[in-house]
C-alpha cells in the first residue's frame, strides 16, 4: 500500500532488511568512486587512518539508501529525496559486516509553494551486526498529499 | 605534492575534471542501490516527478567523490570525511550530462581532542556542461598536520 503525507506522523518507525557487506564489494564500489588505498586493497589499507580495509561512505550512504528503497516504507511515488541535513559515519563499514536501517519520521510539513505534497523529514541509522551505529542521515523526502476523491 | 592542514585557507578553491553520464550507468546504480522506475528505465520515468531518466542522487554524490579523489586536491593520508552538513539536489542529472566538481575551502580549524589533525570544511559544488548545479555538498574533511621536521 503506497503511503501518503497524511498518513505519515512524527516517531513512525521503519525497519529494513539486511545487507551483507563483502570485502569485494568493498572494492568494486571504491574502484569506480572513490579509489583509495583504504577502501582498495587489505595490505595498503594496515598502514592508514582505517587500520584495514573499509568501505567508503559513500557505498555506506548508497547500501542504506538500497535497504530504504526495498524496505517497508513504500511512498507514493518513490523515496525522492529533496535534500540531506546530515550524514556522520561513527565508526568504518567492514568485510563481513551486516547491515540494515532504521528509520524514524522527525517531521512532516506541507508544501507552502507546492500544495499537492510535502517534506517529511526522516531520520535513518544504519546498524551492523553487533548493533554499533555506522551512519547516521537525516534526509527530507518530497511525499504527495492523498489526491481527493473523485 | 600532500595538502596537510597548514597548507589550506578559507576561499582556496579546486576544480576537478569531467565524467560524462550516460543512461547505462544511471542505471547500473540503480538496478545496485536505487532501484526505482525513474532512475531505472526511460518509458517508467516519463510519467514521475523527474518526467524522463535521471540520476539517483547517490550515483551524483557518488561520482562527485570521484572527481574529487582523482582531482587536484591531494590531502596527506587521503580524503576522509568526518561527515557531510549539507547535500541539496537543486536539479537532476541526466542521460549525456558532463559533470565536473568545485570545492572551496570554508573553514579550518585544529582539533582540540586529537592535535596531530584537523578539520576542513569543504563546500563542493557539482556542475553539468552548461554551468547548472546538480549538486550541492558542505562535507567535513579530516586533514593531518604537518608532522614536525626531525
Given at each position: 500500500?503506497?503511503?501518503?503525507?497524511?498518513?505519515?506522523?512524527?516517531?513512525?518507525?521503519?525497519?529494513?532488511?539486511?545487507?551483507?557487506?563483502?570485502?569485494?564489494?568493498?572494492?568494486?564500489?571504491?574502484?569506480?568512486?572513490?579509489?583509495?588505498?583504504?577502501?582498495?586493497?587489505?595490505?595498503?589499507?594496515?598502514?592508514?587512518?582505517?587500520?584495514?580495509?573499509?568501505?567508503?561512505?559513500?557505498?555506506?550512504?548508497?547500501?542504506?539508501?538500497?535497504?530504504?528503497?526495498?524496505?517497508?516504507?513504500?511512498?507514493?511515488?518513490?523515496?525522492?529525496?529533496?535534500?540531506?541535513?546530515?550524514?556522520r559515519?561513527?565508526?568504518?563499514?567492514?568485510?563481513?559486516?551486516?547491515?540494515?536501517?532504521?528509520?524514524?519520521?522527525?517531521?512532516?510539513?506541507?508544501?507552502?509553494?507546492?500544495?499537492?505534497?510535502?517534506?517529511?523529514?526522516?531520520?535513518?541509522t544504519?546498524?551492523?551486526?553487533?548493533?554499533?551505529v555506522?551512519q547516521i542521515m537525516?534526509?527530507?523526502?518530497?511525499?504527495?498529499?492523498?489526491?481527493?476523491?473523485?
Amino acid at each position: 500500500m503506497s503511503v501518503y503525507l497524511e498518513d505519515l506522523a512524527v516517531g513512525q518507525a521503519y525497519e529494513s532488511g539486511t545487507f551483507a557487506v563483502t570485502a569485494d564489494g568493498i572494492k568494486t564500489f571504491a574502484q569506480e568512486f572513490d579509489p583509495q588505498p583504504f577502501h582498495l586493497d587489505e595490505e595498503a589499507a594496515k598502514g592508514t587512518i582505517f587500520a584495514g580495509l573499509a568501505a567508503s561512505g559513500w557505498y555506506t550512504a548508497s547500501l542504506t539508501m538500497r535497504l530504504l528503497v526495498t524496505g517497508h516504507l513504500h511512498i507514493a511515488g518513490g523515496l525522492v529525496g529533496a535534500g540531506v541535513e546530515e550524514i556522520r559515519w561513527p565508526r568504518p563499514v567492514r568485510p563481513g559486516d551486516v547491515l540494515r536501517a532504521r528509520s524514524e519520521v522527525v517531521s512532516v510539513r506541507t508544501s507552502q509553494s507546492k500544495p499537492d505534497r510535502g517534506i517529511v523529514q526522516l531520520r535513518t541509522t544504519t546498524l551492523n551486526q553487533d548493533e554499533q551505529v555506522v551512519q547516521i542521515m537525516i534526509a527530507n523526502l518530497i511525499v504527495p498529499r492523498r489526491p481527493a476523491a473523485p
